[in-house]
């Protein structure tokens, strides 16, 4: 129901306007984006991750996709509503909008963080107050990275075809989009998948894969679902246990053993599978920090060689 959830209310490890550590050095840059018409904050579990690892993560909503994007002088622009008939042929034709602006927003932002790292200033200031102390300079951008959930790892995809500065990529879970399905990419680059969503089913993934001459891996998590790559994983299983159930017209003893014949309000497993939340966050965290730091740090792992105990849901798909 509407208001049953204070999603403000959310706590995470982060707080706005943190400085630069002093003494950490120039940071790698790794640039984030969600899924078609999510909100950058719903990657918030793995980029504060690779952010505790010393990455500088900038994390993009992008305008008339978002719900709102808030610009430099407090003016906010809101999501353009959607087509009143999403047909294939409609939806084909509105990600592949979305890409192409969302490739040129990365872009932009690559160029003001490329300002950054060489001492200058940047367009506007951060829509909250002043940029956080000491992250004039910071940025590296001789190891860069792209990471995106959905269309967000499409359009990463495209970005390390693209962009020179863009070293390797990481696909949460998406259908490529655009020419990056037919080009594949050079550099290194790693797919995550749900356990339903493989290149027998998914056209772009095969011609991609097929196409793509660089170092490459694709990892299976068993019983995820498309929404396990976002914050939901964590987040709806919570919210489903606090929430009322409701009453179920299915018989008791089709209700996965509840014999009360109630269930979750929210349907969690449509969205987030049936893998364990904490142990598909860790995994993803993992692999995720894993790529980067050998690919961005040469940083030398196994984990991507054989199969590690740790993270028996996780398979590699050759």
């Keep these: 129901a509407k208001g049953a959830v204070d999603w403000a209310a959310t706590r995470t490890a982060a707080r706005s306007g943190a400085p630069v550590e002093r003494g950490a050095g120039r940071l790698p840059v790794v640039l984030f984006g969600s899924g078609d018409g999510g909100p950058r904050t719903l990657g918030t579990t793995l980029v504060q991750d690779l952010a505790s690892r010393g990455y500088l993560v900038v994390t993009v909503d992008h305008t008339y996709e978002a719900d709102q994007v808030e610009f ?31 490739l040129a927003d990365m872009r932009f932002v690559l160029d003001q963080v490329t300002a950054l790292g060489q001492g200058r200033a940047i367009q506007g200031r951060a829509a909250g107050g002043e940029m956080p102390a000491g992250l ?23 970005l390390v075809h693209d962009d020179p500065r863009v070293d390797a990529g990481v696909n949460l879970d998406g259908g490529y989009v655009g020419p990056v399905a037919a080009t594949g990419v050079a550099r290194p680059f790693l797919q995550l998948a749900a356990q339903t969503h493989t290149r027998d089913n998914e056209p772009s993934w095969k011609s991609f894969w097929r196409a793509s001459t660089g170092w490459k891996r694709e990892l299976r998590f068993k019983g995820a679902a498309h929404g396990s790559f976002t914050d939901l994983q964590a987040l709806l299983p919570q919210i489903a246990a606090a929430l009322p159930k409701a009453q179920s017209e299915a018989q008791p003893e089709a209700q996965d053993g509840k014999q009360d014949g109630k269930q979750s309000a929210v349907p969690v497993a449509d969205f987030v599978g049936t893998i364990d939340p904490q142990r598909s966050v860790a995994a993803q965290r993992a692999y995720v920090g894993a790529f980067f730091d050998l690919h961005l740090r040469g940083k030398p792992t196994r984990l991507f060689q054989e199969p590690d105990s740790r993270f028996p849901e996780v398979s590699s798909i050759p």
């Design 72 to 102: 430099p002088g407090g003016r906010v622009v809101r999501a353009l509503p959607l087509p009143a008939k999403l047909t294939p042929r409609v939806i084909a034709a509105l990600l592949e909008r979305h890409a192409r602006a969302r």
């Design 136 to 158: 004039r300079g910071a940025p590296d951008l001789t190891r860069v990275g792209a990471l995106g959930q959905s269309l967000g790892g499409s359009v990463a995809a495209q």
